[in-house]
DNA sequence: CACCTGACTCTAT
DNA sequence: AATAGAGCCAGGT
């Protein structure tokens, strides 16, 4: 069953938690190329002619500058779920952003089973929530 | 079948 | 830090 691109990229955003952003790079990663940051962009755009369901939390996709790209609507419905904005309109993705989207990375890359010889560990992308 | 539209990201000034 | 310009794809009419 071949599902067009945007589905996937629906599919994709809908893995996003409440109370978490991720990036329109970010869901563009996890779907893989040809999908790029636009192509999220132009996927949500025509999600506002369709009624999905389950419905696509389009609010948490956000630009790569950490702000809404659509407008204070988008950016008060995060807030509701407890994202923080500051003045700038700017949210902190180290923060808010959606941790898992590396997790979800791996997994698209057909990288589920870690390898035995991983040698280079030396530096980790710890992500700290603080 | 061709044309048009659309919610991004990066790099350089 | 802010602004400007270039690159790119899918879906609907």
Redesign the pocket.
């Known amino acids: 069953m071949e599902e067009?691109?945007?589905e996937r990229i629906y599919e994709a955003i809908q893995q996003i938690p409440r109370g978490r952003v991720a990036?329109?790079?970010q869901i563009a990663a996890i779907v893989g190329p040809?999908c790029?940051?636009?192509?999220?962009?132009?996927a949500?755009?025509?999600?506002?002619?369709r009624l999905d369901e389950p419905p696509v939390p389009?609010q948490r996709?956000i630009?790569?500058?950490g702000r809404v790209?659509?407008g204070p609507n988008?950016q008060r419905l995060l807030e509701e779920e407890g994202v923080v904005f500051d003045e700038?309109g700017r949210t902190d993705l180290k923060r808010f952003g959606w941790p898992g989207s590396a997790l979800a990375w791996a997994e698209a890359r057909g990288c589920g089973a870690p390898s035995p010889a991983e040698p280079s560990e030396e530096e980790s992308p710890q992500l700290r929530l603080f």
Do not use: C, I, K
């Open positions: 067009g691109l945007y990036t329109y790079g040809p790029e940051g636009r192509t999220v962009g132009y949500l755009a025509a999600l506002g002619r389009w996709v630009n790569a500058q790209s659509t988008q700038a």
